[in-house]
């Protein structure tokens, strides 16, 4: 929409876009999305890196942005809970009809080395229809999102009838495992972020073909759980091997869990994945949906779907080798060899049942199973129909056709955090992006132009439909 037809773009968006540097994309592109794209490429060009980056600076810059959109005082804070790190909380009042919606997105990313990458991953660029860039897709594009949305509601004067809440936040890589990001807030700012429910990550739009199949919301998430492998020996000299060799235990019984499948086990999430997913889908891989989905499934169609890492990551429990560590000189047999086995449980599934799994899979009394960590379990949120009808609603003018499937998630959020704390949390971003060419904390991570501005408008108006009472 040009500037002609709208008398009320507000001037800093106005300078925005006069000022940009001519493209022909920038020609196209209207107040709002340049703006919003400004933001991203701000956000993605600060190392954020949940180690060694700054999340604080970005937090800072945010809240930068939204003061000089007029949010003022206590409506905008950002807290320091440890050097370098930073949470962002903004606030934009509503008539208090209801309570208040939050909208949360992490600020940290994993690490992205620049040899591993073709391109520089700290700068955001723009080739071949795409934005490449560290984070650009988890979980800089709902952070930068959500702050232009902000400014945007601020500017047109917009009075939901509950309080919109923003929250970003630090360390959600690492799974807040030192406790300065989310849990930090819940303990000590719960106040401020309290909400009768909350959007976050994990959930998008699956593209397949450059076609939209269809729309995921998260409801749960399974529970990753570190276990450590470990076999201890006398050793000696390389000169004199036995076969008692530590590295060859633990790489015996690495061997016998890697040709391991645990069983398949469905949740009410899962099997009406699988139900409302299978008409989408090549016909013999709908048919397997089918199958398992039924709690009769033909052993072919059970394997059909395992063979497959995506769809077998929502039967069961996986559980596969990380990291290995051994030995301590190249002429000296191994005292000690070591790995790490990063397990991601079905929910509810108990975590100690998957530890005897583990130990009787090795069989070998030599390789030690210890857990070494567990992330928190939470309760699946509810498929409030309030929810679930705004996003169908909203898809619908993006995607016509396409369902809405409530999903699990096999990686994890810090909605578990949120749901543990009496506030269902929902995962819907409006990204598109190929099913098959999953980039997260991966090289090249990259999002699509054409799904950035649309994941920007879907989320503008979701969040007004929910905040709207209409």
Known sequence: MSLM?????????????????????AQTLSPNQQFAREIYKELVEINTVT??????????????????AGFAGSDVQV???????????????????????LLMAHIDVVEAKREDWSVDPFKLLEKDGYFYGRGSGDDKFMAATFVANMIRYKQEGYQPDRDIILLLETDEEILDFNAVGVQWMLKNHRDLIDAEFALNEGGGVGLKNGKALRNSV?????????????????GGHSSLPTKDNAIYHLAEGLARLS??????????????WLEQAAPLE?????????????????????????????????LRTTCVATMLEAGHAFNALPQRAQATVNCRVLPGEPVEEVEKTLIRVVDDDKVSVTPTWTHVYSKPSPLKPEIMQAVEKVTAEFWPGIPVIPTMSTGATDGSFLRNAGIPTYGTSGLAGDIDDVRSHGKDERVL????????????????????GK
């Open 282 to 314: 090549d016909p013999q891989i709908g048919a397997a949906m089918n199958s398992v989905a039924s709690g009769r499934p033909d052993p072919a169609a059970v394997a059909r779907l395992s063979a497959m890492p995506a769809y077998n990551a929502q």
């Open 449 to 468: 132009i054409k799904s950035f501005n649309d994941g920007q408008e879907y989320l503008y108006r979701l969040v007004k439909v929910l905040s709207s």
């Open 5 to 25: 037809k709208r008398p009320n773009v507000p001037v800093f968006l106005f300078l925005a876009v006069v000022s940009a540097p001519f493209s022909v994309h």
């Open 218 to 234: 998260q409801t749960t998430e399974k529970v990753p759980v570190n276990y450590s492998f470990e076999v201890k020996n006398s």
């Open 51 to 68: 180690p060694t980056g700054d999340t604080a600076k970005a937090a800072e810059a945010m809240a930068a942005r939204l003061r000089a």
């Open 259 to 272: 040709k391991y499948d645990f069983p398949v086990v469905l949740n009410d999430t899962t099997r009406a």
């Open 79 to 101: 807290f320091n809970p440890a050097p370098r790190k930073g949470n962002l909380v903004a606030r934009l009042h509503g008539t208090g009809a209801r309570k208040p919606i």
